[in-house]
């Protein structure tokens, strides 16, 4: 690299799966437009680490996140070094990455331009009101540019007094253009094989894909699946992922031949699991996997869950899925999918509605967006 290259770096906590295909476009973007792109990612805690999700690339760099006072995700990142070569710093919204605040204090004349990278408020709060969002909110608007997941990141930013003209709203995003080649180029036949393969018939086949953690709610998942395999005999629920409650997961399928635990599973193994399942259940905390579902054509239903993560923005109620008013009904969710699963016509609109959904929300536009921000933040 030149050394008169301006360089946006980016650094976040932890670098997982799904983050590789955004990271390598921005890097060919930034480089065709003259600039140095650096990533700058620092390890999983355990809880991470039993997802399974985790990743690299061969030019990213990674740091030593240390821990403090035995919290494992209260963390500081060594990036003095990093800071000082950069013209752009890319940091993570998080409370708990205390590097942040020493940055944000020092004048404007002595660092790099800074920007935040996130939701603007945590979602998944139980008490918005309460400290920790009171002093996320503090420190919101003490940076220079915003990368905003959604809409409604920028309408919150802006009414804590943040500049609009200052926001970049990327669109958070998955590899859908990946998804749907997969998509086009998944038969019948490979899906009902990797079926067959898991002790599965297909017939009226869910799935599950995700972390395995208290937000997505798999007690009331397990629960609504036995009522709805009460009205659809051969109802069958695969179970796509890892996380802390996977060990929870295999005793409830341990009673049930129907219940499939799988592990995680990416790339086209995933999408052929997908691709074989007539519907996509998620009664908890919804967020990319809304992209996921929608690129391989299969409808999702989740739940008015009121700590979704922002890309539930996604996804609307008869339109490529359905959410269940009754978030704590599992009786209602249940007749809901078993009537979606005895109902092709209705399938059929949902999927066609996710193929737009997933035209429109993609990896590359998210990484676009981003490229153009970072020139922007940097004129």
């Known amino acids: 690299m030149g050394w008169n290259r301006r360089r946006v770096s980016f650094v976040t906590r932890i670098l997982t799966h799904y983050r590789i295909p955004f990271h390598e476009r921005v890097h060919q973007l930034l480089a065709d437009a003259g600039f140095e792109y650096r990533l700058i990612h620092g390890q999983p805690d355990e809880e991470e680490k039993a997802k399974g999700d985790l990743a690299t690339l061969p030019w990213a760099e990674p740091i030593r996140n240390h821990a403090l006072f035995g919290r ?30 020493p940055l944000q204090l020092l004048p404007s004349a002595i660092r790099p331009k800074l920007a935040f990278w996130g939701h603007g408020r945590n979602f998944q709060s139980r008490n918005p009101d309460g400290r920790a969002e009171r002093w996320k909110r503090f420190w919101a608007t003490r940076c220079d540019w915003w990368f905003a997941y959604t809409e409604e990141t920028r309408r919150h930013l802006m009414s804590l007094g943040f ?55 798999l007690d009331f998942l397990v629960a609504a699946a036995d009522r709805i395999r009460a009205r659809v005999p051969d109802f069958e629920l695969l179970v796509v992922g890892g996380g802390v409650e996977r060990a929870a997961m295999e005793a409830a399928a341990a009673e049930r031949p129907w219940l499939v635990i799988a592990g995680p599973r990416f790339g086209r193994e995933k999408a052929v699991l997908m691709k074989g399942a007539k519907l996509f259940l998620m009664p908890g905390l919804v967020g990319l996997a809304v992209l996921d579902a929608a690129a391989l054509g299969v409808p999702i239903v989740t739940t008015a869950f009121p700590f979704h993560s922002p890309e539930i923005a996604y996804l609307k109620d008869g339109g490529q899925g359905v959410i269940v008013e009754n978030w704590t009904d599992a009786d209602a969710y249940a007749s809901a999918v078993a009537e979606l699963i005895g109902d092709e016509p209705r399938r059929h609109a949902l999927r066609r509605a996710g193929y737009e959904v997933a035209r429109t929300i993609t990896i590359e536009a998210m990484a676009q967006r981003f490229a153009r921000g970072a020139e922007c933040a940097l004129s």
Do not use: C, H, M
Not at 83 to 90: F, H
Not at 181 to 196: C, N, P, S, T, V
């Open 72 to 101: 494992g995700k209260l963390v500081w990142q060594p990036i003095g070094a990093i800071s000082r070569t950069s013209d752009l710093l890319v940091l993570g919204q998080e409370n708990q990455l205390l590097v942040n605040y």
């Open 163 to 217: 500049p609009d003209d200052r926001i970049t709203v990327f669109n958070n995003a998955v590899d859908t253009g990946d998804l749907t080649r997969l998509d086009a180029d998944i038969g019948k036949e490979e899906a009902r094989r990797a079926q067959a393969s898991l002790g599965l018939s297909g017939r009226n086949l869910a799935i599950f894909v995700g972390g395995l953690y208290p937000d997505k709610r």
